[in-house]
């Protein structure tokens, strides 16, 4: 009995929120079409978000694509090992891997960044200082950051793929012996405009998720020190939950003639 | 008090989920006078701000700024009054992503569209004028000492020039000595702009110093209204007992109920 209340309480709570996201979306799209558009802080943005997590993104990719490599090649795949690995490889990286992983990483590192710098300006009042000197909150700092994620991310998932297909690369020229010039033309051969396009489509998803939650959870948070770690957490729970779940559905939507 | 009151409060009420806040609030400035408000921490002084401010909705009553409905009025009218009101929060909320004079010139950079090399000209202005050199323009508010702070705090909230001032505990946490250094910043600054202002304190310095009128709150309500002069012998136990700082009288602290 008790744990069905807990189960009910738990819906509940995710729709309504899933509801207060979308109006947060909403009210910021709003705002994206009526000037003025704070540029500077776009620029800013993107080199958090992007420049900045290069490092952890190309090494996430990088191994991910050499496990991969490894593990098809063991796999139980002998006959055609080569074309295995490149085009599994290759596929699952473009298609899933790269954004899903570059995903999360980042919404690791930058959702929690976003919650915490909102949360923060909101218990020290910052936010409403903002109104009182005529400056639109959502304008000044939840749009910039929006825009930047749905800019920035499918650039960063475009590294990764590149990475994570070398990392693979590496393993099967290196460990495996395949020819260079054969396994890089089977990748190429094995991958569709499609898919590229898909990937980066779903980045710029995920970018905006990303965005959105830290923004959401900073922006509503409340309770001093205490209030703004809380935020810190929800944002990167729900920024998680919300790639896997979205990530899903436009696979579903996209890959099924 | 026969001109047209700056500042109308009516009925205001403003509730957090079952916690009464504010409960009827009636409360007039007019132009030019400075309206001190006093009570005990948690007594909804800065909701009552905040909701001039439209920074939070009141469930009931009418707020009304230079004629102006600041509750049922639009996303225009609400720009309209912002514009006139400049305002020194309680902890200073200065911006700690951006340098000193940025803070100081943000209103007039972000809000009036000035360019930034007056804003600066200006901001520099302004911080002289609350006794801060030219030298702190440029470092981060983190950098600044708690009096500083303050200062720069009401450096922005003056840069404007707005016609109306709203000062949220301006000595709260400072030495006795900064506290009336801030004070009598306030009522220079105010003087100069001839602003009407709303400062709300448990300082009672700063009551003596900047009051024209004070209006005690208390449980949401507003318990006593009058002038300055008055406070000593109001005869309302209230404000005895608060301005006399007393642990007994009507007003019962939550910890001793317990
Ligand atoms: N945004 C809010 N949400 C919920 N409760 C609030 C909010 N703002 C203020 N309160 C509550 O209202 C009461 C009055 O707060 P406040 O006006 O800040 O007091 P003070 O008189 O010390 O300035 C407090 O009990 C506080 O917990
Ligand atoms: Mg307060």
């Avoid at chain 2, 109308?8 to 309206?35: C, H, N, Q, Y």
């Avoid at chain 2, 905040?50 to 996303?75: M, Q, T």
């Avoid at chain 2, 001839?194 to 110093?209: F, L, N, Q, Y």
Wanted: aromatic fraction near 6%; glycine fraction near 12%.
């Amino acid at each position: 009995m008790n744990f069905l209340a807990v189960i009910g309480r738990i819906v509940l709570s995710s729709l309504a929120m899933i509801g207060n996201l979308s109006v947060f979306a909403a009210r910021s799209a709003s705002h994206v079409v009526r000037p003025p558009l704070y540029a500077r802080h776009i620029g800013q943005q993107m080199l958090r978000i992007g420049y900045f997590s290069l490092p952890v993104v190309g090494l996430t990719a990088l191994f991910t694509g050499a496990t991969l490599a490894q593990q098809i090649y063991v796999g139980g795949l002998r006959f055609n090992a080569e074309s295995a690995v490149a085009g599994v490889v290759v596929i699952a990286i473009v298609r899933e891997l790269g954004p899903v992983l570059a995903g999360l990483m980042v919404a690791g590192r930058v959702s929690s960044a976003m919650a915490a710098e909102l949360g923060t300006m909101r218990v020290t009042e910052q936010i409403d200082a903002l109104v009182t000197l005529s400056t639109n909150p959502f304008k000044y700092l939840v749009v910039p950051r929006l825009i930047a994620g749905v800019i920035t991310l499918p650039l960063l998932v475009m590294v990764a793929n590149i990475i994570g297909v070398y990392g693979g690369f590496l393993i099967g020229t290196e460990r495996l012996g395949f020819n260079q010039a054969s396994y890089l033309q089977l990748t190429v051969d094995f991958l569709e405009r499609s898919d590229v396009v898909s990937s980066l489509g779903k980045a710029a998803v995920f970018g905006f998720i990303i965005a959105l939650a830290g923004c959401y959870h900073g922006y509503n948070s409340k309770g001093g020190a205490e209030g703004v770690g809380r935020a810190t957490t929800n944002a990167v729970v729900s920024a998680f939950i919300l790639i896997l779940l979205s990530n899903l559905i436009m696979t579903i939507i996209i890959f099924t003639q | 008090m026969s001109s047209p009151a700056k500042i109308s409060l009516a009925g205001v009420e403003k509730r957090f989920g079952p916690k009464v806040v504010l409960d009827g609030i009636d409360l007039s400035v007019a132009r030019g006078e400075s309206l001190v408000v006093i009570g005990g921490s948690g007594s909804g002084k800065s909701v009552l701000i905040k909701c001039i401010l439209g920074i939070l909705k009141p469930d009931a009553g009418a707020i009304h700024v230079d004629g102006l409905d600041a509750v049922r009025g639009g996303s225009d009218v609400r720009e309209e009054i912002l514009c006139k009101i400049g305002m020194l929060f309680q902890g200073g909320a200065l911006f700690d992503s951006l340098a000193v004079w940025e803070n100081v010139a943000f209103g007039l950079i972000q809000g009036r569209k000035m360019n930034k090399n007056a804003a600066k000209q200006i901001a520099i202005e302004k911080l002289k004028r609350v006794g801060l050199g030219a030298d702190v323009a440029d470092l981060r508010p983190a950098e600044l000492s708690g009096g500083m702070q303050k200062r720069v705090g009401l450096a922005r909230a003056i840069a404007a020039e707005p016609e109306i001032i709203f000062f949220d505990e301006p000595t709260t946490g400072l030495d006795p000595i900064m506290a009336d250094v801030i004070n009598d910043l306030i009522v220079e600054s105010v003087r100069e702009l001839g602003a009407t202002t709303i400062t709300i304190t448990h300082d009672m310095s700063s009551v003596r110093k900047i009051a024209d009128r004070v209006a005690m709150l208390y449980k949401g309500k507003i318990v006593w209204n009058g002038p300055r002069g008055q406070i000593d012998q109001s005869g309302n136990d209230y404000v005895d007992q608060f301005i006399h700082g007393r642990a007994t009288g009507p007003i019962q602290m939550d910890v001793l109920k317990r």
